[in-house]
């Protein structure tokens, strides 16, 4: 598989829904596999909360992408057949323009001051994006959880634009629960004492306890009750591997280790601007409102939900099911059972990478 | 699908309608129709493998219990719904009778005839209907409210449902003449085209 990893610079800069303007910013994109001479093989991945560029295959580092199960040589997404692009998000800490890398007006550190993106300013951006790498239409633009938001945004936005849309686990709009799950984390993170309001980068400080707490408090939302209980059940932890001497549960040790593991590399004003992207969107403050904003879409969609799910339950893909039929839109509705709970979205199955696959290829 | 119901039924779908199939199955009628009558069609199905045939041949598919997802188009605004030899198997095929009715204009039904002779033979004799039509045992099949041609025409006429059509099917699918004399004993199963004022 070709992977290439650059960096695109948008000297042009961007308005953003808050308004506010960036006057330039960056991109981090990864490819896979190459575009056709129509430019017609284009897929657009996008990725969700703490996700970003890297979504297939080893990357220098040696870490595998976060969708590698279903993205590659002969797998749902074939890269083999289709040029995959994938970009880090606005905001986010992997190389794209954010709250890590320097604001080009005042040539310091964004920190604190990075502004407030959100998803409609995702999918702008990446339509820059597609228009530099000469794609005028995507044949599938896709994600799960805020990525499936990003791409039922630009079936919206940009309906010549795209071809198919895939909307996995995904919802048009966050929940009471999604906010307030997400106020909690937040809230561990900003009263982490060397969370300085912000600026800890200026401070030499990481207020690493606090994006940890706020991770751990994630995972448990990302999996279901039937996922631990069959992973972890009530066994106790190994003494020999126990991460510290707090931990009695090898569920408790499993969270402690993916919290540190992420505090090392997560930023945590990204932590704070993607989450409140995510609670911020709402295209579908009731039905009708919904069903307004979805009327000009064009293109098929595909939507997923797993039973397993509770963060965001099939329920709230079905909402966007009957808006699309109310709206004549091509659109298909299906629910997997799924493991792993929110999380199912990024693990092969057998059924859900064929749906995947004959979503595409129909 | 029996070829001689489908035909009949792509006779009865206005051409470029908006249809609803509950219980499409691998979407074959849908894809038939989406073709030859430029439906907006949309099928719903509980069965995830006919799912994955529906999305294979590009038929919009819903994953949805019947007998629970048809409150979920009370909104909604179809030309027709369809429901083919799945009525006898919902818990309430009188409410979902009304309810398809007060989404779509019309309503297409298709559904087996247990006053079929040989079902009447098989009670004679003291058992469960089983013959080539509905061969499942009585503790293995999902035809949960079975009926006659003439219970379901009764069912019609007590909810002042209208049949603007019928066509009976006899064994081997032909459209003989005893099932048209007399479908309630002769005819294997009947398509009905309803409406309600």
Known sequence: MKIETNIFDFDEGIHLEN??????????????????QSKSNGI??????????????KNADGIVGWWDQLVGPDKAIDTNKFFVVCCNNLGGCSGSSGPTEINPLTDEIYGKNFPQVSVKDWVNSQKMLSDRLGISKWHLIVGGSLGGMQALQWAISYPD???????????????????????VARESIRKDPNFCNGEYIKNNKKPKDGIKAARMLGHI?????????????????????????DVDFEVENYLQYKGEKFSESFDANSYIIMTKAMDGYDIASDNKMLEENMKNIKASLLIV??????????????????????QNIKSSYIVLDGEQGHDSFLFHSKKYSKAIKNFIES | MAVEISKVIQDWVPNGSKIIDFGCGDGTLLEKLMKEKNVQGYGVEINDEKILSCIEKNVPVIKLDIDFGLNDFELSNFDMSIMARSIQCLKNPNIALE???????????????????????NLGIGKMPVTPDLPSSWYETENIHLCTIRDFENLCEKQSITIKEKFFISPKNKKGIMSSLNPNFFATEGVYLLEKE
């Open chain 1, 19 to 36: 308004g506010t303007k960036l006057i330039s910013f960056k991109l981090m994109v990864e490819t896979y596999g190459e575009l056709n």
């Open chain 1, 221 to 245: 939302t990302y999996l279901s009750e039937q996922h631990m209980d069959l992973r972890f059940g009530r066994k106790y932890q190994d003494e020999s591997s126990k991460i510290s001497g």
């Open chain 1, 44 to 57: 657009l991945l996008c990725h969700a909360f703490s996700g970003n560029h890297h979504a297939a295959g």
């Open chain 1, 305 to 326: 939900g797993f039973n397993s799910d509770w963060l965001y339950p099939p329920a709230r893909g079905k909402e966007i099911q009957i808006a699309a039929i109310n």
């Open chain 1, 161 to 183: 634009s795209v071809n198919k849309a895939g909307i996995l686990a995904a919802a048009a709009k966050s929940s009471t629960q999604n906010i307030a799950m997400n106020e």
């Open chain 2, 99 to 121: 309810k398809m009715l007060s989404f779509s204009k019309t309503c297409v039904v298709t559904l087996p005839n247990l006053g079929y002779w040989r079902c009447r033979i």
